[in-house]
């Protein structure tokens, strides 16, 4: 269950960084409302995640899968370069995550 947990905490961080640049295209109550839930949500799952897996481990795939995320959002749906070595970048962050989970 700490991994769904884990999981979630990294989805919600990408949706709270999404809604940051939400914000920085428009400023509503709506935006900064959706990026607090975003962030309280990926803190508390983070939170009950942590209960049974190692700091180190969680902290590094928490922000392995918001940086990684929060890339692809940016090159899905805001324009930003869809370059190899990106790409690249991104599945190295992304297998070093699964490296950590394979070898705990």
């Given at each position: 269950?700490?991994?769904?947990?884990?999981?979630?905490?990294?989805?919600?961080?990408?949706?709270?960084?999404t809604m940051i640049n939400k914000i920085n295209?428009?400023?509503?109550?709506?935006n900064y409302l959706l990026m607090a839930f975003?962030?309280?949500?990926?803190?508390?799952?983070?939170?009950?995640?942590?209960?049974?897996?190692?700091?180190?481990?969680?902290?590094?795939?928490?922000?392995?899968?918001?940086a990684s995320g929060g890339a692809l959002m940016?090159?899905?749906?805001?324009?930003?370069?869809?370059?190899?070595?990106?790409?690249?970048?991104?599945?190295?962050?992304?297998?070093?995550?699964?490296?950590?989970?394979?070898?705990?």
């Amino acid at each position: 269950m700490a991994w769904i947990y884990l999981i979630g905490a990294g989805l919600f961080e990408v949706f709270g960084v999404t809604m940051i640049n939400k914000i920085n295209e428009r400023r509503s109550i709506t935006n900064y409302l959706l990026m607090a839930f975003a962030f309280i949500s990926s803190f508390l799952l983070l939170s009950l995640g942590m209960r049974d897996l190692p700091m180190g481990t969680a902290y590094a795939v928490w922000t392995g899968i918001g940086a990684s995320g929060g890339a692809l959002m940016g090159m899905l749906f805001y324009g930003e370069s869809r370059s190899a070595k990106r790409i690249l970048c991104i599945t190295l962050v992304l297998g070093a995550a699964v490296g950590l989970k394979v070898l705990e």
